[in-house]
């Protein structure tokens, strides 16, 4: 999805408060295969608003 890491920051750095972005960034990390970004990006999106049972769910599945 992201063409460089430059994209990458660039896109984390963005709304960083929103559940709603954290979470899609965290999918897209996931989905390419970066388990522990991914990780990190969801817990940043339960700092921020703990009750999320599906993102819970997603981390447990991860792995810790």
């Not at 994209?7 to 970066?34: H, Q, T, W």
């Amino acid at each position: 999805m992201f063409k460089n890491r430059d994209d990458e920051k660039k896109a984390a750095e963005i709304n960083v408060e929103s559940v709603d972005v954290l979470n899609f960034l965290g999918s897209v990390y996931l989905e390419d295969g970066r388990k522990d970004k991914a990780r990190e990006t969801f817990a940043k999106s339960l700092k921020i608003k703990s009750d999320q049972p599906l993102v819970r769910s997603i981390i447990e599945r991860i792995g810790q």
